[in-house]
């Protein structure tokens, strides 16, 4: 099983910065695709970012260009440095981490709330 913790969420002004992290804990295998989603009241859940083990990541169209997304295998973390906020931004984001060979798994954190706003 594998438990994540994000942090780092809070309020920012348009055109601000924010780093979220997520540590994942627990007894599992390597070689998990772990990322970022985010939703707002009313909307489906949607992607923010992933990267693999191999450090390969994917963005959103929406994200791409202001966004990075890091990892560190050994510390079993990835962050997701937001820059050029926009009030769109504004949603709770979750953590991922999921793994598609057997034994596979998929798991969520709790989410943290990002604010975007003047």
């Known amino acids: 099983q594998v438990q994540l913790i994000e942090t780092g969420g809070g309020m920012v002004q348009p055109g601000g910065s924010l780093t979220l992290s997520c540590a994942a804990s627990?007894?599992?295998?390597?070689?998990?695709?772990m990322g970022w989603y985010r939703q707002v009241p009313g909307k489906q859940r949607e992607l923010v970012a992933t990267?693999?083990?191999?450090?390969?990541?994917r963005y959103a169209d929406a994200v791409e260009g202001r966004f990075t997304i890091s990892r560190h295998n050994g510390k079993n973390t990835i962050w997701l440095q937001m820059d050029t906020l926009r009030p769109e931004d504004t949603a709770v984001y979750y953590c991922?981490?999921?793994?598609?060979?057997?034994?596979?798994?998929?798991?969520w954190g709790q989410g943290t709330q990002v604010t975007v706003s003047s």
């Open positions: 991922n981490a999921r793994r598609i060979m057997s034994p596979t798994y998929n798991s």
């Open positions: 627990g007894n599992f295998p390597s070689g998990s695709i």
């Open positions: 990267i693999t083990s191999g450090g390969i990541a």
